[in-house]
């Protein structure tokens, strides 16, 4: 299958700081690929330069077969308006409800017609599993249900990837399992994906290949079942150990 | 001669020329307002403007404007502009001074409503393809808009009172009116009696104004979360 995203030799340095020394990393279409490491490691600055949030100090990013890495303002938003991602932290807009944080990128951006962004907005409010919660505004939601509308409010653009930045590390463990439900069936669904996570269940179950990120270098990249299966570095062994504890 | 005469207090509260001064008073404010709003929101982006001179002169502005008194700025647009044949009528001329003026205290009222909105919203919205006047719009405004309400509000009294400053350029407002009338007549106590209701009138309605607009924005809240309480409430019965 083709490959969504290829990126080559990703360096990214803050200052006199080498966050990214040399990243390769690509996804082919309708896989999902986990991206595990300890905090400091790279993972959300590299996510961040996928999408061109953060411009690369050196490398190439293929998207789609084109070549992204040196796009800046216009031509970065169009990029981005193909590559959803979800944060952390949500933020979702907190001046709108559910519903109108999922209708607004595709009214103002795309210019839909309102009935139809209203019609498709509804449909991905079903899809992760809130039909009853569109009037709400984000205040009045739990921290999953936050980070489904996020979801849902990437997939609005109908983006052909998706990125997740730590998607669970905010919420309570509680919530953690349905916003891992609603990302399971997305990936089940064929929506390529890169997730960034601490949840190796997450990984052994929906990835289809997992790589390990220490110090801005990828340690280990394995199809997914080779990686938890067979011996991996030593660092990488002590870190799932830790995770698994 | 009583010292306080009411009838005479009455006649001046319902004549013509306090009614009307008290509109040109009103209407100064909203416009030097106005002004003042739209000058702070530039400033307030220019402060963020990538290229360096914008952002010093977003600096000059305020230094010049809040490091001078406004009544200096009021005679200095109505006595010298005409000698660089610039000729603006005093209320013209108060208006601009006024709103000048305003600018650069809406500047720093609308930055604080910018930043009051947190970078991930931004990240968020960049996130999502749009640009950033697209989000400038329809992110960070409408949030920014409920932070500057309530001082916007405090802005707009006080300016309702500072316009008094504009009877020394001849503008016929409440306190000029007043104090043309109680120099022929000698009755200060009334006239500016009058004067003193209709100012306490005028921003008696704005507090009001202000209260209902805080209050609709942050109603919402309160209607949602009621009806997603009324029905754990019915179960408790």
Same mark, same amino acid.
Not at chain 1, 78 to 106: W, Y
């Given at each position: 299958?083709?490959?969504?995203?290829?990126?080559?030799?990703?360096?990214?340095?803050?200052?006199?700081?080498?966050?990214?020394?040399?990243?390769?990393?690509?996804?082919?279409?309708?896989?999902?690929?986990?991206?595990?490491?300890?905090?400091?490691?790279?993972?959300?600055?590299?996510?961040?330069?996928?999408?061109?949030?953060?411009?690369?100090?050196?490398?190439?990013?293929? #998207?789609?077969?084109? !070549?992204? *890495? $040196?796009?800046?303002?216009?031509?970065? @938003?169009?990029? %981005?308006?193909?590559?959803?991602?979800?944060?952390?932290?949500?933020?979702?807009?907190?001046?709108?409800?559910?519903?109108?944080?999922?209708?607004?990128?595709?009214?103002?951006?795309?210019?839909?017609?309102?009935?139809?962004?209203?019609?498709?907005?509804?449909?991905?409010?079903?899809?992760?599993?809130?039909?009853?919660?569109?009037? #709400?505004?984000?205040? !009045?939601? *739990? $921290?999953?249900?936050?980070?489904?509308? @996020?979801?849902? %409010?990437?997939?609005?653009?109908?983006?052909?990837?998706?990125?997740?930045?730590?998607?669970?590390?905010?919420?309570?463990?509680?919530?953690?399992?349905?916003?891992?439900?609603?990302?399971?069936?997305?990936?089940?669904?064929?929506?390529?994906?890169?997730?960034?996570?601490?949840?190796?269940?997450?990984?052994?179950?929906?990835?289809?290949?997992?790589?390990?990120?220490?110090? $801005?270098?990828?340690?280990?990249?394995?199809?997914?079942?080779?990686?938890?299966?067979?011996?991996?570095?030593?660092?990488?062994?002590?870190?799932?150990?830790?995770?698994?504890? | 001669?009583?010292?306080?005469?009411?009838?005479?207090?009455?006649?001046?509260?319902?004549?013509?020329?306090?009614?009307?001064?008290?509109?040109?008073?009103?209407?100064?404010?909203?416009?030097?307002?106005?002004?003042?709003?739209?000058?702070?929101?530039?400033?307030?982006?220019?402060?963020?403007?990538?290229?360096?001179?914008?952002?010093?002169?977003?600096?000059?502005?305020?230094?010049?404007?809040?490091?001078?008194?406004?009544?200096?700025?009021?005679?200095?647009?109505?006595?010298?502009?005409?000698?660089?044949?610039?000729?603006?009528?005093?209320?013209?001329?108060?208006?601009?001074?006024?709103?000048?003026?305003?600018?650069?205290?809406?500047?720093?009222?609308?930055?604080?409503?910018?930043?009051?909105?947190?970078?991930?919203?931004?990240?968020?919205?960049?996130?999502?393809?749009?640009?950033?006047?697209?989000?400038?719009?329809?992110?960070?405004?409408?949030?920014?808009?409920?932070?500057?309400?309530?001082?916007?509000?405090?802005?707009?009294?006080?300016?309702?009172?500072?316009?008094?400053?504009?009877?020394?350029?001849?503008?016929?407002?409440?306190?000029?009116?007043?104090?043309?009338?109680?120099?022929?007549?000698?009755?200060?106590?009334?006239?500016?009696?009058?004067?003193?209701?209709?100012?306490?009138?005028?921003?008696?309605?704005?507090?009001?104004?202000?209260?209902?607009?805080?209050?609709?924005?942050?109603?919402?809240?309160?209607?949602?979360?009621?009806?997603?309480?009324?029905?754990?409430?019915?179960?408790?019965?």
């Amino acid at each position: 299958m083709s490959e969504i995203l290829n990126a080559v030799a990703i360096w990214k340095r803050f200052g006199d700081d080498d966050v990214l020394r040399g990243v390769d990393v690509s996804v082919r279409e309708g896989e999902c690929l986990v991206m595990l490491g300890p905090s400091g490691s790279g993972k959300s600055t590299l996510l961040r330069c996928l999408n061109l949030l953060e411009p690369v100090s050196s490398g190439s990013i293929l #998207f789609e077969g084109q !070549e992204i *890495s $040196g796009l800046v303002r216009g031509h970065a @938003a169009s990029v %981005r308006q193909r590559i959803g991602m979800v944060f952390q932290n949500f933020e979702l807009f907190a001046h709108l409800t559910a519903l109108q944080n999922v209708m607004l990128a595709p009214l103002r951006v795309r210019h839909q017609p309102r009935e139809r962004a209203r019609e498709q907005a509804l449909d991905l409010l079903a899809r992760v599993h809130l039909p009853d919660k569109a009037d #709400f505004y984000p205040d !009045e939601l *739990s $921290g999953g249900q936050q980070q489904r509308v @996020a979801i849902a %409010r990437a997939l609005a653009m109908e983006p052909v990837l998706m990125l997740f930045d730590e998607p669970t590390s905010a919420l309570d463990p509680e919530t953690v399992g349905e916003v891992l439900l609603v990302m399971r069936e997305l990936a089940d669904s064929g929506m390529t994906s890169i997730v960034v996570t601490h949840e190796l269940g997450f990984a052994r179950r929906a990835a289809n290949e997992v790589m390990f990120l220490d110090h $801005g270098i990828v340690a280990h990249r394995a199809p997914a079942a080779e990686f938890f299966s067979s011996a991996v570095p030593d660092r990488v062994d002590r870190f799932l150990s830790r995770m698994e504890a | 001669m009583r010292l306080f005469s009411p009838a005479l207090f009455l006649h001046y509260l319902v004549s013509a020329q306090f009614a009307a001064a008290a509109l040109t008073t009103l209407w100064l404010s909203l416009t030097a307002l106005l002004l003042g709003m739209t000058i702070g929101m530039l400033l307030a982006l220019g402060r963020e403007a990538r290229f360096r001179a914008i952002r010093q002169f977003v600096t000059f502005y305020l230094w010049l404007f809040r490091g001078t008194p406004v009544l200096l700025q009021l005679v200095f647009a109505f006595n010298v502009l005409p000698s660089f044949g610039i000729l603006l009528s005093g209320f013209t001329c108060a208006v601009l001074a006024l709103g000048l003026n305003e600018g650069a205290y809406m500047a720093e009222i609308m930055r604080a409503g910018l930043l009051g909105v947190g970078r991930g919203q931004r990240l968020a919205a960049r996130a999502l393809g749009m640009d950033e006047f697209r989000i400038m719009l329809w992110v960070v405004m409408p949030q920014a808009l409920r932070i500057i309400i309530p001082p916007i509000g405090n802005q707009f009294i006080s300016m309702l009172k500072v316009t008094a400053i504009v009877s020394v350029i001849g503008v016929q407002d409440l306190l000029m009116v007043a104090e043309q009338d109680a120099s022929g007549s000698f009755r200060y106590l009334e006239t500016l009696f009058a004067a003193g209701v209709y100012y306490l009138v005028l921003t008696t309605i704005f507090m009001q104004v202000q209260m209902r607009i805080e209050r609709r924005l942050s109603r919402r809240r309160r209607v949602v979360a009621t009806a997603a309480a009324a029905p754990a409430l019915q179960a408790a019965q």
